[in-house]
């Protein structure tokens, strides 16, 4: 059961203009949401976050919005640039404690310089 | 400079031998985590430990076993029982204030 869902495995898109990555997920107990950035053989590494209460957070080029009744999050880069090029995972928490985060499948960005 | 420290980067395994994958942090942070990648299906816990000396399996488990004698150290093994070990595997850990993980640059296991 996948409860965090990725469904386009990839996005191409130019230099310079929006890359939007969309996320879907089932649990309504999720309470807070993460988009990870994951470059071949390494780690992925933090990129932003959104709790429930909210739905918008802006960090520079990324912004991610969430809408709640739909379950439904998505990432915006603006604007693109060739070393965005990544995969890009979604991922949902429930809050507080140590709870475990649930990832989705990942997006493979490429931004075509 | 805090963060985790995964080794070996590569590991190979002939098939029917167990091997041990190492994750260190120096982070404090109570919470570590194993993940699995494999293409086209994002990431898998394997196990989690929320505190020393105590772990709980996650969504695939079988075929692997691990430990939590530290506070810094959470060591996997992958059994001659994981019937697909061929992977990468990654180590991650979380504080209290954090909601987010922080990962380790991760082993990639061949069995060969």
């Known amino acids: 059961d996948q409860q965090v869902k990725q469904n386009s495995p990839s996005l191409s898109v130019q230099e310079g203009r929006i890359s939007i990555l969309n996320c879907d997920y089932t649990?309504?107990?999720?309470?807070?949401f993460l988009w990870y950035k994951k470059y071949p053989a390494e780690g992925p590494t933090f990129l932003i976050s959104?709790?429930?209460?909210?739905d918008k957070n802006e960090d520079g080029r990324f912004t991610v919005f969430l809408n709640k009744s739909a379950k439904h999050l998505s990432l915006h880069i603006v604007p693109s640039q060739p070393g965005d090029s990544a995969v890009y995972f979604c991922a949902a928490s429930g809050l507080g404690g140590y709870q475990k985060v649930t990832f989705g499948t990942g997006t493979k960005l490429q931004v075509i310089p | 400079d805090g963060g985790i420290t995964q080794s070996p980067k590569y590991l190979f395994r002939k098939e029917g031998q167990n091997v041990t994958l190492s994750c260190e942090q120096n982070?404090?942070?109570?919470?570590m985590y194993w993940y699995r990648q494999d293409p086209g299906q994002g990431l898998r816990l394997i196990y989690y430990?929320?505190?020393?000396?105590?772990?709980q399996k996650g969504d695939i488990a079988e075929g692997y076993s691990v430990s939590r004698e530290k506070k810094e150290s959470f060591p996997l093994t992958v059994t001659s029982a994981q019937k697909n070990p061929t992977a990468f595997y990654l180590c991650a850990s979380r504080g209290p204030s954090n909601y987010g993980y922080t990962f380790g640059s991760g082993t990639r296991l061949t069995v060969v």
């Open positions: 649990n309504s107990m999720f309470d807070y």
């Open positions: 959104i709790s429930s209460i909210k």
């Open positions: 430990s929320q505190i020393v000396n105590d772990f």
């Open positions: 982070l404090n942070h109570d919470a």
